[in-house]
Every structure is written in C-alpha cells, then in structure tokens.
C-alpha cells in the first residue's frame, strides 16, 4: 500500500522548513566587506559610525538585547520595507532610502552589521 499525502500541507511545510533555514543563513551568507561599503553610503549618517545612532530613536546597534538580538529574517523585512523605532524622531525609510540598493546588498549590510556591532 502506497502512503497518500495531502499535497497542500506537505508543500505548506516543506516551504516554512525551507524559509527557516534560509533565513537562518541570511548573514552568514552575505559579504561583511561588501556590506561595509553599503553601510558608508548609505546607513552611516543616521546610525553612525560606532552603531549607536546619529539621530534620537536610532537603534543603537551595539546593545546585546537590541535591534541585532532579531532573526536575519526580521530585519531584511525591516531594512528592505522600513522601520520605525518608538520614540524615532522619524522613520527609516524602505533600504535606507536608497531604493537602488539589491537583495544582495541588504544581505551584505546586515553581514556587516552583526560582525562590526553584534555581540
């Protein structure tokens, strides 16, 4: 006797399997030097060159329990789509701002981030 699956919830499945464990990767995945270039030109003047931020409401990127405590899933979502911080005297925009920036780029910036910042 052959087994019978129900191809909707084995397919609903395989993908939040497949979602967990892309999303793990994320910065492990990107390129840290690459990701620093995209920093400085494009994240530095609101969050600075330390990571503590430049303007009030700025996640400060060097706290162990802040923003970088987030899944790599989380924070492409906010880096690509925007974000804005309780208490931020103005939201970050999609990317930053710079709406050339790639999938790629997102990832690479965020590589940076957690190795230049995270604890």
Known sequence: MKPTFK??????????????????????????DKGKSVYESTCIYCHGASGKGEIPGVPNFN???????????????????????????MPMPAKGGNPDLSDEDI??????IRSEFGS
């Open 107 to 112: 990832v690479n910036v965020l590589a940076y």
């Open 7 to 32: 191809t909707s919830k084995n397919l609903v499945l395989f993908a939040g399997i497949t979602s967990l464990f892309a999303s793990a990767a994320f910065a492990e995945s990107g390129d840290a």
């Open 63 to 89: 706290n162990a329990d802040g923003v970088l405590a987030k899944s790599d899933e989380e924070l492409i979502a906010a880096i690509t789509d925007g974000f804005e911080s309780p208490g931020s005297a």
